[in-house]
T-cell receptor
Framework: DAKTTQPTSMDCAEGRAANLPCNHSTISGNEYVYWYRQIHSQGPQYIIHGLKNNETNEMASLIITEDRKSSTLILPHATLRDTAVYYCIVRVRGSQGNLIFGKGTKLSVKP | NAGVMQNPRHLVRRRGQEARLRCSPMKGHSHVYWYRQLPEEGLKFMVYLQKENIIDESGMPKERFSAEFPKEGPSILRIQQVVRGDSAAYFC??????????????FGPGTRLTVL
């Protein structure tokens, strides 16, 4: 699986959009980008995934650059409950077994 | 449809005792994964099981740790002769059958093991 690089921490004002970047410059053609988050003391939660097209669901939007070397997770209207560590994971879809969690980005949403 | 269930949520053991952690996957899910999160660290994969089979145990410590997922009943992560360094949060995740579904794993609330 390709390596990912994320900022250690970010702040966001409540009600504003939170834009979390992820660099994956060594991504290969068959690798997808997945986002999970872990709210303090809870198990991780799947958010969204994509290959090359932008994706949106009820939780977030995922914007992947045309060269696929980076992506941005967007929480359109961040709330205090979105304070969590956000993990960007790159892997071949359907590959066997475990997810590899890096250090992620600690997002703090402030009132 | 209940989510992934883990019990106990908190477990305290003295050094040398055994710890048994249970995980009931979501209904219809046949893949189970165990992860460990040491204090102030990220999640680390331990083992991946399907019913009655261990598929990948590359993250399991070589000694004292074992896992099973029997035909009937929950998956069990067993730690024998616990040491202080085993104190951590242990998370179980499950995914439905199907190759591509392994990428979307549903996590339980975790079991927090404290070794005195």
């Amino acid at each position: 699986d390709a390596k990912t690089t994320q900022p250690t921490s970010m702040d966001c004002a409540e009600g504003r959009a939170a834009n979390l970047p992820c660099n994956h410059s060594t991504i290969s053609g068959n690798e997808y980008v997945y986002w999970y988050r872990q709210i303090h003391s809870q198990g991780p939660q799947y958010i969204i995934h994509g290959l090359k097209n932008n994706e949106t669901n009820e939780m977030a939007s995922l914007i992947i650059t045309e060269d696929r070397k980076s992506s941005t997770l967007i929480l359109p209207h961040a709330t205090l409950r979105d304070t969590a560590v956000y993990y960007c994971i790159v892997r071949v879809r359907g590959s066997q077994g475990n997810l590899i969690f890096g250090k992620g980005t600690k997002l703090s949403v402030k009132p | 449809n209940a989510g992934v269930m883990q019990n106990p949520r908190h477990l305290v053991r003295r050094r040398g005792q055994e710890a048994r952690l249970r995980c009931s996957p979501m209904k219809g899910h046949s893949h189970v994964y165990w992860y460990r999160q040491l204090p102030e660290e990220g999640l680390k994969f331990m083992v991946y099981l399907q019913k009655e089979n261990i598929i990948d145990e590359s993250g399991m410590p070589k000694e004292r740790f074992s896992a099973e997922f029997p035909k009937e009943g929950p998956s069990i992560l067993r730690i024998q002769q616990v040491v202080r360094g085993d104190s951590a949060a242990y998370f179980c995740a499950s995914s439905p059958p199907g190759q591509s579904s392994r990428d979307t794993q549903y996590f339980g609330p975790g079991t927090r093991l404290t070794v005195l």
